[in-house]
């Protein structure tokens, strides 16, 4: 280790020694950690129209939990658009940008703008693939924020103009995250470089697809599941860390390029946008320790091991399984899980799929003989959308990725509603514990 390094460790033990909290003055002084409660319930911060994350009905505990758009269930709206036999991503935007669910001569016209924004200029591309990044998603962030020096007004943040801006970036999402993944692939991977543009008349799943395969094919099935996965990922109210850094930043007056760049920072977090990845890692470590997949007893041996901190990752998880808010069911992991069966059947891996059902059905009762749990436990969405990416062939570099081209419509209608009701910015407050100190000249310390 060299003198600079050297240093550096130095001045992080002293940063570490200096910064750690005595934990029992969270008690004392009532903090919510998280910003949320023992009981999950998270402090109240604000007041939104766009979406709400239900733990269960009103006055019934044990009920199943819900995630309602605009006021509508996401069953009720998923059940609509797959019972007529279509995509429903772009019909789910306008309803969180707009409000309201489009007509057909809406959904057609607002269809056909983002068409218009869907391919990205070919001297962008270029430029992005100079600067590869290793991680798609510093990448992206990257490019994003490269948008704002191609942009006429990029500070003006009247509510047509962060409008435009907003379904422009709906509309490039699919291929900045593509050509960010052939970039890093190319240079870093030693990978072939193969990129390919968007056709304004597909559907964000079907270009996203068409864009990253080297055939550019995928059936109607792969096509409408992975617009499902699309549109249970669009939003999930303003509480979840990434929206909430979009209504934090927004508060400030800022363009909409460093909004959504710093929501990209947010989910690039493993905390928040990487669970779906950990899933399959945790289900292919479980597939080399256990050999009868139909064993109960010893899949609950493994998922006790991996409680204690003996398997996997040792970190003490189950992956996929528990919720901030959801407690007895979330209503995303249901739909997920009716409708890929079809898919694991036509890959073969209809017997993987039952393992995860398993596992699903046994992790709770195996958490709650280890833990002190203060609400229920259930399968999240992420317990079955890295098994759905997986069926469709998307690398694991781009599930996150894949999340933000989703919720960059939920990104965009919070940003919407922070400036359209003109809020104060957003600042909590932070207690100081540090004892106070007399100050010491240099010549005497």
């Given at each position: 280790m060299n003198d600079t390094a050297h240093a550096i460790?130095?001045?992080?033990?002293?940063?570490?020694?200096?910064?750690?909290?005595?934990?029992?003055l969270y008690t004392k002084y009532d903090v919510k950690r998280g910003l949320r409660d023992i009981n999950g319930k998270g402090v109240l911060a604000g007041l939104t129209k766009i979406g709400e994350v239900q733990a269960h009905p009103e006055g019934r505990p044990d009920g199943p939990g819900h995630l309602i758009y605009r006021g509508m269930d996401i069953q009720d709206l998923v059940a609509g658009f797959w019972r007529d036999g279509r995509c429903g991503y772009e019909e789910i935007v306008h309803l969180l940008l707009a409000g309201h669910l489009p007509t057909a001569a809406e959904l057609a016209a607002f269809t056909a703008i983002l068409g218009e924004f869907r391919d990205l200029p070919h001297s962008?591309?270029?430029s992005a693939l100079a600067i590869a990044s290793r991680d798609v998603m510093n990448a992206m962030a990257r490019s994003v924020l490269a948008l704002y020096s191609r942009d006429e007004r990029p500070d003006d943040i009247s509510l047509p103009n962060v409008m435009r801006q907003c379904l422009s970036l709906v509309a490039v999402f699919p291929q900045i995250a593509v050509c960010s993944h052939a970039a890093a692939a190319y240079r870093h991977g030693g990978r072939t470089l193969v990129?390919?543009?968007p056709k304004p008349g597909l559907s964000t799943a079907a270009n996203f697809l068409r864009m990253l395969r080297p055939d550019a094919s995928c059936t109607p099935l792969e096509e409408r599941l992975l617009?499902?996965?699309?549109?249970?990922?669009a939003e999930h109210g303003g509480g979840n860390n990434s929206?909430?850094?979009?209504?934090?930043?927004?508060?400030?007056g800022t363009d909409t390029y460093s909004a959504i760049a710093a929501a990209l920072g947010s989910l690039k977090?493993?905390?928040h946008g990487g669970a779906n990845a950990k899933v399959?890692?945790?289900?292919?470590?479980?597939?080399?320790?256990?050999?009868?997949?139909?064993d109960d007893r010893a899949i609950e041996d493994y998922l006790l091991a991996l409680l204690r901190k003996e398997a996997f990752d040792r970190q003490g998880l189950i992956y996929g399984m528990g919720h901030a808010v959801y407690s007895t069911s979330d209503p995303r992991t249901g739909i997920l899980r009716e409708h890929i069966a079809e898919l694991a059947e036509a890959k073969g891996l209809s017997g993987e799929f039952d393992l995860y059902r398993r596992v699903e059905r046994l992790a709770p009762g195996v958490i709650a003989s280890e833990r002190r749990i203060y609400k229920g436990v259930s399968a999240n969405v992420d317990f079955y959308s890295g098994f759905l990416y997986r069926l469709l062939d998307i690398p694991v570099p781009l599930f996150t990725p894949l999340f933000a081209v989703s919720r960059i419509a939920g990104w965009s209608a919070h940003r919407l509603e922070e400036l359209a009701n003109?809020?104060?910015?957003?600042?909590?407050?932070?207690?100081?514990?540090?004892?106070?100190r007399r100050y010491i000249p240099l010549s005497a310390r």
């Open positions: 460790e130095k001045l992080a033990e002293h940063s570490l020694a200096s910064s750690q909290v005595d934990q029992s962008f591309v270029v990129l390919r543009g617009d499902l996965a699309l549109v249970l990922h929206t909430f850094t979009t209504h934090v930043v927004t508060s400030t977090g493993p905390r399959l890692q945790m289900f292919d470590d479980l597939k080399r320790r256990v050999r009868d997949w139909e003109r809020g104060k910015i957003i600042r909590p407050a932070y207690k100081a514990v540090a004892p106070r």
